[in-house]
């Protein structure tokens, strides 16, 4: 074993320490919200793969009206549980907004939000609202491994110290959260965190200029913490600075800019300082901004329908799926692989493999590098029996990314079965031996690999 691979390994054998003790020490519970059967039955494998009951440890919750209750349930049961959510309506509003209750309501609650998107601004306003980390869809179970151990950790000494300090801000005993943070940026002068607790602290003690000090040092330490912005705005707030408020609330809709009351809040402050062609521009751009969620959350609505039609009706299930699109119009982005992939799996499914091949092509504008994109092609060719096309596409494939036959057992083996049609035998056998290195009993892997075994044989001889 490479000493790189020596690494990777005792850093996840580390990584599932820490998952093992939230459960057995800490008393963890994963709620999951989500109509993704993949992501609910990856949780589910990360936790057997521990030797630990899954079914008690991993709860569904099957719509978000019946979210409150299950976290209610757990924390009453002594559970500490995280809640993996998914990203509902594309990152808008309400999803942002449900966070947002249920971090305020449970602060122990660690939120993984998660979506399809890997949109910056959709993935702060996710941050903004207060989720703990993110899960960007489809993910890997070592990727998933790694976000759980970073959340899911037992809190650092640092984090220990901070969290009695803020208990004593909340007290409003800002002395004795000041000694706290001030021993703690000792340690750790560039901790981002620590001034904001240290800011809150001289806030509650009557330090108001000191207090804004300690949160722009927060923001110079960390540039992407939306935190200490928002603690600057609603010290301005206090204060009656409305320049400053405004200014800050600038910064903030710089880092998360698609947060739409914010932009009615900046419109607001424009408009009570008489600037009236800002405060329209501003009060436009949270229009527009609430009607691009509502126009996501539509889409996504239609890309959900077709996914339940798919099997029994793809013909509908194509419509809701160009209905999606059509929605999203000119806003196309590399995060809409998903449905153009989907839609032409329906494509197929109805024998129009050429029609699918002209969706997969037009995707392709959006993200020229995708190798999932180039894997289907190839598949719709396939279909078509126009072998050559689909062995080219296939080492396209292939070539954007060596490591395609390792996302399941399936796609190695249909890779295998392609390249197999053209000059890439080699590569085929090894496609193969992936599928059973990953399913040892993939019973059509088996057989392709020993026509193609038998094959070499032959040539050989």
């Not at 602290?201 to 207090?211: E, H, I, N, P, Y």
């Not at 804004?212 to 110079?220: M, N, S, T, V």
């Not at 969706?359 to 060719?381: D, G, T, V």
Request: with cysteine; proline share 4%; aromatic share 8%.
């Amino acid at each position: 074993m490479a000493f790189a691979d020596f690494q990777a390994k005792q850093k996840q054998n580390k990584q599932k320490t820490i998952i093992r003790e939230y459960f057995t020490k800490r008393h963890g519970q994963l709620l999951c919200l989500s109509d993704d059967p993949t992501i609910l039955s990856l949780l589910r494998a990360t936790v057997k793969e521990m030797a630990l009951p899954a079914a008690e440890l991993v709860v569904f919750v099957p719509d978000p009206s019946r979210l409150l209750k299950a976290i209610t349930d757990s924390f009453a049961a002594g559970k500490r549980p995280a809640l993996f959510i998914e990203s509902v309506m594309s990152g808008s509003g309400e999803t942002s907004f449900m966070v947002r209750q249920f971090k305020e309501s449970f602060p122990d609650l660690r939120i993984f939000a998660m979506t399809t998107s890997s949109e910056k601004a959709r993935i702060m306003l996710l941050y903004e609202s207060g989720a703990d980390n993110f899960i960007l869809k489809p993910i890997s179970s070592i990727d998933l491994i790694d976000k759980m151990a970073i959340t899911l950790r037992e809190p650092s000494v640092i984090r220990q110290l901070l969290d009695k300090a803020r208990k004593f801000v909340v007290r409003n005993v800002g002395s004795e959260a000041i000694k706290i943070t001030q021993g703690v940026l000792k340690v750790k002068p560039d901790s981002a965190s620590g001034y904001v607790v240290l800011g809150d602290a001289l806030r509650v003690s009557g330090s108001r200029d000191k207090a804004q000090i300690a949160y722009e040092r927060a923001c110079k330490y960390s540039q992407d913490y939306l935190e200490p912005l928002q603690k600057l705005v609603d010290l301005a707030k206090e204060d009656g600075k409305t320049d400053m408020q405004l200014e800050y609330l600038k910064r903030l809709d710089e880092l998360s800019p698609m947060n739409a009351q914010r932009k009615v809040e900046m419109a607001e402050l424009q408009m009570e300082m008489g600037n009236m062609d800002e405060a329209k521009k501003l009060f436009d751009g949270a229009v527009n901004r609430a009607y691009k969620n509502a126009m996501q959350q539509v889409a996504l609505m239609s890309e959900k329908i077709a996914m339940s039609l798919q099997e029994k009706d793809p013909a509908q299930a194509e419509k809701y799926l160009r209905k999606c699109l059509e929605l999203k119009g000119k806003d196309l982005t590399a995060d809409d692989l998903t449905t153009f992939n989907q839609l032409g799996i329906c494509l197929r499914k109805q024998g129009r493999w050429l029609d699918a091949i002209v969706e997969y092509k037009r995707a392709l504008q959006i993200a020229p590098n995708s190798s999932e994109l180039f894997y289907n092609i190839a598949m719709a060719h396939a279909e078509g029996k126009e072998y050559e096309n689909a062995n080219r596409f296939m080492l396209k494939a292939l070539a954007l990314n060596s490591s395609l036959p390792r996302t399941s057992p399936v796609v190695a083996y249909n890779m295998a079965q392609v390249l197999s049609f053209g000059y890439s035998k080699d590569k085929a056998r090894q496609a193969a031996e992936i599928s059973l290195e990953l399913d040892p009993d993939y019973e059509p892997a088996k057989k392709l690999l020993a026509q193609l075994k038998a094959a070499e044989s032959g040539a050989a001889s």
